[in-house]
């Protein structure tokens, strides 16, 4: 009788310690997810910029929502010169050349909310970000593009930002317009004006709700 009731006790043991383990293991995993949810939780800012004025629009974004800021660079160096520039530009948009990119993002994956700014080249984007969005998996991110430009808006740049990330959720971008290398004009967001620029960002981003995060 006293050995039976010593196997039931050992058995009852047993089972506590395995059901015991069961509910450990499970509660550790849990706290393993959502560990990878809070890193998950993480802003990017990536720009492309030849004379600063879309820089310093992603460096105002950055003071007010934090986050990493990243330059696109193209491994090649661009041309110098402006009207080279326009030229290089223009064939390979109209070959949809992908020039190779210096800049790599290694932890990608990290980031939920990424704004993505360029500036208007012949009223598109420069190849050098089509590169970038054609990199990555924007499945299940926030994308908020922002560009700006010699006064003539951002023609496709924003439709082409919706369409290179695929599967992202795109907000309503913001632009304004930057220098003018054309005339002489290279940074023009600076001071006065870019405290003009700092307000109207405010602004777009409390419209967007991405104020606080
Ligand atoms: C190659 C090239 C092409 C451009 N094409 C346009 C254009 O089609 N429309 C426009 O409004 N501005 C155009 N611009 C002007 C830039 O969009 C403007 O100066 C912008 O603010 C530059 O940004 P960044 O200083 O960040 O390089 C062009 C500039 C370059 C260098």
Redesign the pocket.
């Known amino acids: 009788m006293i050995k039976k009731n010593a196997i039931f006790l050992l058995i009852t043991v047993i089972c506590v310690i395995i059901v015991g383990f069961i509910i450990l293991s499970k509660t550790t995993n849990q706290n393993e997810k959502e560990g990878a949810t809070m890193k998950n939780s993480k802003t990017l800012i990536v720009y492309y910029?030849?004379?600063?004025?879309?820089?310093a629009v992603a460096e105002l974004i950055q003071e007010k929502v934090g986050g990493d800021l990243v330059q696109i660079e193209t491994k090649e160096p661009r041309p110098k010169d402006?009207r080279t520039?326009?030229e290089q530009?223009a064939q390979e948009q109209e070959s949809a050349t992908l020039p190779e990119l210096k800049t790599t993002i290694t932890n990608f994956e990290d980031y939920d909310r990424i704004f993505i700014g360029a500036?208007?080249?012949?009223?598109a984007l420069p190849q050098a970000v089509v590169s970038f969005l054609d990199s990555y998996n924007f499945e299940g991110k926030t994308v908020i593009p922002f560009n700006?430009?010699?006064?003539?808006?951002p023609?496709s740049t924003f439709r082409q930002i919706k369409a290179g990330a695929k599967g992202a959720k795109v907000l309503e971008g913001y632009s304004v317009k930057?220098?003018?290398?054309?005339n002489g004009t290279?940074?023009?967001i600076k001071g006065k004006n870019k405290a003009e620029v700092s307000k109207e960002i405010d602004t777009w981003l409390e419209k967007i709700k991405q104020l606080k995060k």
């Not at 500036?119 to 009223?123: D, E, G």
């Not at 700006?148 to 808006?153: D, K, L, S, V």
């Not at 930057?178 to 054309?182: F, K, S, T, V, Y």
């Open positions: 910029s030849r004379t600063g004025n879309t820089k402006y520039e326009v530009n500036p208007t080249w012949n009223m700006t430009n010699g006064g003539y808006g023609g930057g220098g003018e290398e054309i290279m940074l023009a």
